[in-house]
Structures are given as C-alpha cells and as structure tokens.
C-alpha cells in the first residue's frame, strides 16, 4: 500500500509556472506507474500525464503536451509535475494517483491509489 501526498500549488499568473510535487510512503515505489490528474468543479476527474516505473516513458494529455512534464526520483519516494506557460483553463485541483501494474494508464480506475489533492489558480 501507498499513501501519497501532493503539494506545490497556489495562484499564478497565465503564463507563469508551477512546480507540483508528490511524496509517496512505502518501500515499493519502484514498482507504481504514476500519473497525474486533474479535476474542476461539475466536471470528472481528468488524466494529465502519467510516467512509467523506470521514467523511460511518459504519456500527457494533449491539452497539456509540450507545457507539462512529468518525472518521478525513485530513490526519493518523489512524482513530479513541472507546470510551464499555465493557461486559466489549467485552473482545478491537481492529484496525484499510483497504479500497481506496470502499464500506462489515463482512465481513473486504472490507478488504486490518491493523494488528496492541490489547488493551481491559474488567473488572466
């Protein structure tokens, strides 16, 4: 089992970036794939971008490809989400989630485990 824990957000100008950070418990951190997500008030939680057990594949959303970049340190316990050139539609709460199989997932039931969430404002 795993319980993780986001941080990193808070209120930035459109344009502006934003560094997420996501600690995880547990010895066996290794061997999650781990994702981000994010989610608005009335909508579904939504994939962001997810990373592979050995950081040699990533997958983003479309919305977010070539701005967010995911990486993960596994010696730390520690899931990334660098945030660049942040556009007010990336405004939501921000959470971060593992999966136990090794293979890449966007679906939210794919993954087992969440954080409780932070909050990015992203303002005109």
Known sequence: QVQLVESGGGLVQAG???RLSCAASGRTFGS????WFRQVPGKERAFVATINR??????YADSVKGRFTISRDNAKNMVYLQMNSLKPEDTAVYYCAA???GELAHNTFNYNYWGQG????VSS
Do not use: N, W
């Not at 999650?32 to 994702?35: E, L, Q």
């Not at 050995?54 to 997958?59: A, E, F, P, V, Y």
């Not at 932070?118 to 404002?121: G, Y």
């Open 16 to 18: 502006g970036s934003l």
């Open 32 to 35: 999650y794939v781990m994702a």
């Open 54 to 59: 050995r950081s040699g594949i990533t997958l």
């Open 99 to 101: 999966r136990e199989s």
């Open 118 to 121: 932070t909050q990015v404002t």
